[in-house]
T-cell receptor, first 110, second 112 residues
Framework: DGGITQSPKYLFRKEGQNVTLSCEQNLNHDAMYWYRQDPGQGLRLIYYSQIVNDFQKGDIAEGYSVSREKKESFPLTVTSAQKNPTAFYLC?????????FGAGTRLSVL | GNSVTQMEGPVTLSEEAFLTINCTYTATGYPSLFWYVQYPGEGLQLLLKATKADDKGSNKGFEATYRKETTSFHLEKGSVQVSDSAVYFCALRGGSNYKLTFGKGTLLTVNP
């Protein structure tokens, strides 16, 4: 089955630690996106990539980093510089002018 | 810049009631408009879309019409079910990339 796989489903971060969220798609889509979802605030764009080896900052990129070495993969690193990382993170890819979403990763701080 | 304003929730209805969730937008040019639905603990699923003025998107009994004159894309369903309980997001895409601008979401709870 084609789709977008995010892992892990739940993730815990200690103070000062970097953590990486995985996003893999087998839809052969060029463009991929990362969003952060907080209660009552909708989705906010962190980073996006329209092709391999290229990516752009979204509206709230501070404290996050990404890479796009392969078409299928767009991992997001939440760095220690992100002081309020607790949120639900959603990855999406674009096909036929439509964004398709993964099931999300819930990140909490220990 | 682009923005989406949607009706604040939560909205609580009885089964078989009529649903309207209001959505208005601000954008330059001719954006595409979307409604996404999010069930508890899951990602977002596309519910319906419209790409030009007067288009009506429909799916699973839900409908929304792209009204350029009122910059609106209200979501409606004639008879809701308990299984429709979810968060609904209105979104627009404008410009040359695929970036979506989302509303804050509306929580719908349908009681039996």
């Amino acid at each position: 089955d084609g789709g977008i796989t995010q892992s892990p489903k739940y993730l815990f971060r200690k103070e000062g630690q970097n953590v990486t969220l995985s996003c893999e798609q087998n839809l052969n889509h060029d463009a991929m996106y990362w969003y952060r979802q907080d209660p009552g605030q909708g989705l906010r764009l962190i980073y996006y990539s329209q092709i391999v080896n290229d990516f752009q900052k979204g509206d709230i990129a501070e404290g996050y980093s990404v890479s796009r070495e392969k078409k299928e993969s767009f991992p997001l690193t939440v760095t220690s510089a992100q002081k309020n990382p607790t949120a639900f993170y959603l990855c999406a890819s674009v096909g036929g002018n439509i964004q398709y979403f993964g099931a999300g990763t819930r990140l909490s701080v220990l | 810049g682009n923005s989406v304003t949607q009706m604040e929730g939560p909205v609580t209805l009885s089964e078989e009631a009529f649903l309207t969730i209001n959505c208005t937008y601000t954008a330059t040019g001719y954006p595409s408009l979307f409604w996404y639905v999010q069930y508890p603990g899951e990602g977002l699923q596309l519910l319906l879309k419209a790409t030009k003025a007067d288009d009506k998107g429909s799916n699973k009994g839900f409908e929304a019409t792209y009204r350029k004159e009122t910059t609106s894309f209200h979501l409606e369903k004639g008879s809701v079910q308990v299984s429709d309980s979810a968060v609904y997001f209105c979104a627009l895409r404008g410009g040359s990339n695929y970036k979506l601008t989302f509303g804050k979401g509306t929580l719908l709870t349908v009681n039996p």
